[in-house]
């Protein structure tokens, strides 16, 4: 228990830094952002607590919106995401998930890409859709949603990969 609020600490503490110190000053053609501190709610425990995942979701978010000057798009973004996590681990692991036994990087690829797709769509749409704020920009929504996705999604994949440890 203690080795686990000791990691989870300290990936928040460095995604954090790697977003606003790094990430944040990447645009890929003017609208690809790679948001990859929502690893951190990825990667959350699915046996931790969830009240504690919301507010640590809510502070990491709040945290990039104070060092990007964002006004809270991110806070809502990366709230949303860990309030529907349960909904998109159940979909992806099924039974695994509803047996409390998913360890995310120990799962199937096909489960993991549909994971981390669909929750990072979530939030990346909210994100966009609130940073944006009108119905006549919906195509720059949807296009700056879309591609965002999928490049902070093959990156949080390639980072699954690398970092953890895959028991096959």
Do not use: C
């Not at 053609?29 to 607590?49: A, D, K, S």
């Amino acid at each position: 228990m203690k080795n686990e609020v000791i990691s989870n600490s300290i990936r928040f503490v460095l995604l954090l830094l790697l977003q606003v110190l790094v990430l944040n000053n990447v645009a890929l053609f003017g609208y690809i952002v790679p948001f990859l501190y929502v690893i951190y709610i990825l990667r959350f425990p699915v046996t931790g607590n969830r009240s504690v995942l919301l507010v640590s979701s809510f502070l990491l978010g709040l945290f990039v919106d104070i060092f990007s000057n964002t006004g809270g798009v991110h806070a809502v973004a990366s709230v949303t995401m860990a309030y529907s996590r349960p909904l998109f681990l159940k979909t992806s692991f099924g039974i695994s998930y509803e047996y409390n036994v998913v360890k995310i990087i120990e799962m199937p690829l096909g489960g993991i890409i549909t994971y981390v797709l669909g929750a990072d769509f979530v939030h990346h749409f909210i994100l966009f859709s609130l940073e944006v704020f009108s119905l006549s920009q919906w195509a720059l929504v949807l296009k700056s949603t879309l591609f965002s996705v999928l490049f902070s999604s093959l990156l949080i994949l390639i980072s699954f990969i690398l970092l953890g440890s895959r028991k096959r």
